[in-house]
Structures are given as structure tokens and as C-alpha cells.
């Protein structure tokens, strides 16, 4: 198995991602967050339509992606997109989400970002490769 597909497989089954974007000042702010889906490469995740985090990638889309697992990691640098397709956000909605979002996927405040990664950087195995 090569790098990249050990990576990719890591993606596929992290649960918990850390996403960083660009606040007011111009430091990052990494935050974990819940990854909905993994879909050819983009993270979808979701957030308040209110939240700090929204509000930072409407004024800048760029962004950063950790996932750790065990003593292997992956780093995406890219940018994010807040998703205003209905039907996909109705996609990602999932029943844990009630008690942020009580409207459901219809609420205004539920949020879904989609992360599009540009360049990655993996540690995977104890061999460090950059595309």
C-alpha cells in the first residue's frame, strides 16, 4: 500500500479533524470539529451559520486540515466553501445534531462547510512525503 493510500484511508475513518482558518487578526485558529463526510478528497463539516469559525471563511476561504491517528498524520492546506446546496446539507444532517441545531437540517443556524484540499503533507509509517 503507498503513502497516499494509507492516508487516504486514514481520512476515510477519522471521526475527529482539526480545521484551521484565518480569524480577524490574521493568526489561524484550529478548531476539532465532527467530519460528516469524505468525498473525493473534500471534507464536509458542519457549524453555526453564526459561528466565528463561518464568519472567518467568508472573509478569507483559506484553511488548514490535521488528522492524527496513532503516531501517523496528515496536513491539507486549502480552502473552504460554505455549501449553500439544500439538498446536500439535508445529505449530511444527522440526528446527533438536534441539540445544536433543534430545526434540523432546515434550521438557519445549521451550517455545512466543505473543505477542498490543495496541497497535503503526510507522516505516515515514519516516512514524511509533501505533494
Known amino acids: 500500500m503507498t503513502i497516499k493510500e494509507k492516508a487516504a ?3 476515510d475513518s477519522a471521526q475527529i479533524i482539526t480545521l484551521a482558518s484565518i480569524d480577524e487578526n490574521g493568526y489561524p485558529r484550529p478548531v ?3 467530519k460528516l463526510k469524505n468525498e473525493n478528497g473534500g471534507l464536509y463539516i458542519s457549524t453555526g451559520t453564526s459561528s466565528a469559525k463561518t464568519a472567518h471563511f467568508k472573509a478569507n476561504p483559506k484553511a488548514g486540515v490535521s488528522i492524527v491517528e496513532g503516531g501517523n498524520s496528515i496536513v491539507y492546506t486549502g480552502e473552504v466553501n460554505i455549501v449553500s446546496d439544500e439538498a446536500v446539507k439535508r445529505s449530511l444532517w444527522a440526528d446527533w445534531m438536534i441539540e445544536h441545531f433543534p430545526g434540523r437540517a ?3 443556524e445549521y451550517c455545512v462547510l466543505k473543505f477542498t484540499p ?3 503533507t503526510y507522516w505516515i509509517d515514519g516516512e514524511f512525503v509533501k505533494e
Open 9 to 11: 484511508q486514514i481520512v
Open 32 to 34: 476539532a470539529m465532527v
Open 106 to 108: 432546515e434550521d438557519p
Open 118 to 120: 490543495k496541497e497535503a
